[in-house]
C-alpha cells in the first residue's frame, strides 16, 4: 500500500534486458538516486533485480542539461542508470519499456508517435499494431577498427557508436568469449568511459546472433543498442551499407539475443530503426528503509 514511508517502483524487460522502473513526474527522487540505491535495487539476491534502473521523469522537473535541452519537444525523460549505478546516455531496450510504461501507466496515446528525452537526444517511439515497439534509434557513429580480448584470445572489433559505445566483434562461437564473468578488455584510449562489447555470429542472410557484456552491469540477456551497433558493422561488413555513404535502400537484419529477438533497420535516410517487444511485469512498494545509508 503506498505511503509517505516508500515509493513506488515497476519490473519490466525487453527481450530480458530488464529493468526497475521508478516513476517519479516530479523529480523528487533524484537527490535520492545515489549509485549505492541503484545498485542495492538491481541486486539480484538482496535486491528487486535488474540489469539497470529507469527513472521516469518529466523533462520539466529534472535540472539534467540533456532534459533541460529537450523540455520543448519531450515531455518525459529517461533517466538510465546501469546495475552498478553508473549512468549511461541510452538504452535501447530500456526506452522500449519507458514508452509502455507511459502508454499504460500514464495514459500517453499509442496512436501517435511519441518522444522521449534520453542523454543522447530525443528518441522518436511508434506503437506497433502487433505490440511490439519501434524506436528510432538516429544516425550511427561508425568509427574504424579496434581490439577486444577476454584471457587469452583478442578479435578485432568495429567501433560503433549509437549514442552510448560500443565494440563489436565476429567470433567462430557464441561460446568463444566463454563465461564473459568479467569485462572484456578493451583499449581505454579509444573508450575512456568504458564500452559495450558484443560477440557475434551469423546464422543466415541478414540475420545474425550476439551475446553481450554491457558496461555497467555485466552480461545481459540482451541490449538494443548492442544489437544495433552488431546490425550496422554486420551490414558494412556484408557490404549491404557503407560506412561512409549510407543512403541507399532500408536494409533489415534479424539479430537473435539469448532472451529474444530484435529488428533492426537501417533506413534510406541513414537512421536505425530498433524493434521489438516491451513487457511491464509487476509494481509495488520499495521501503525508504531499505535505502543504503552511504
Ligand atoms: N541494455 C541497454 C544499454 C544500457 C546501457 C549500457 N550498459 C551502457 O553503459 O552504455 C540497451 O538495451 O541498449
Not at 235 to 251: F, I, Q, Y
Not at 260 to 283: I, N, Y
Amino acid at each position: 500500500m503506498p505511503s509517505h514511508d516508500t515509493f513506488p517502483f515497476l519490473k519490466g524487460h525487453g527481450t530480458e534486458n530488464d529493468f526497475v522502473l521508478l516513476p517519479d513526474p516530479d523529480g523528487t527522487l533524484h537527490g535520492d538516486l545515489a549509485p549505492g540505491l541503484v545498485a542495492a535495487l538491481c541486486d539480484r539476491r538482496a535486491g528487486l533485480g535488474a540489469d539497470g534502473v529507469i527513472r521516469v521523469v518529466r523533462t520539466a522537473a529534472y535540472d539534467d542539461p540533456a532534459a533541460v535541452a529537450v523540455r520543448d519537444v519531450a515531455t518525459w525523460f529517461m533517466d538510465y542508470r546501469n546495475a552498478d549505478g553508473s549512468v549511461s546516455e541510452m538504452c535501447g531496450n530500456g526506452v522500449r519499456v519507458f514508452a509502455r510504461y507511459l502508454a499504460d501507466q500514464e495514459h500517453v496515446p499509442t496512436t501517435e508517435p511519441l518522444r522521449v528525452g534520453t542523454r543522447a537526444g530525443v528518441k522518436v517511439v511508434r506503437f506497433e499494431d502487433d505490440g511490439r515497439i519501434t524506436v528510432d534509434m538516429g544516425e550511427p557513429d561508425v568509427d574504424g577498427e579496434t581490439k577486444v580480448g577476454v584471457g587469452e584470445r583478442t578479435w578485432a572489433a568495429s567501433n560503433v557508436g549509437m549514442g552510448n559505445p560500443h565494440a563489436v566483434a565476429f567470433v567462430d562461437s557464441l561460446d568463444d568469449a566463454g563465461p564473459l564473468l568479467e569485462a572484456p578488455s578493451y583499449d581505454p584510449q579509444v573508450y575512456p568511459r568504458g564500452v559495450n562489447v558484443e560477440f557475434v555470429v551469423r546464422r543466415g542472410e541478414r540475420h545474425v546472433a550476439m551475446r553481450v557484456h554491457e558496461r555497467g552491469s555485466g552480461e545481459t540477456r540482451s541490449c538494443g543498442t548492442g544489437a544495433c551497433a552488431v546490425m550496422v558493422a554486420a551490414a558494412v561488413a556484408d557490404g549491404a551499407r557503407s560506412a561512409d555513404a549510407p543512403a541507399g535502400a532500408d536494409v533489415a537484419y534479424r539479430v537473435d539475443v539469448p532472451g529474444g529477438e530484435l529488428t533492426v533497420t537501417w533506413t534510406a535516410g541513414g537512421r536505425l530503426l530498433l524493434t521489438g517487444p516491451a513487457v511491464l511485469v509487476a509494481s509495488g512498494q520499495v521501503p525508504y528503509s531499505f535505502a543504503p545509508v552511504a
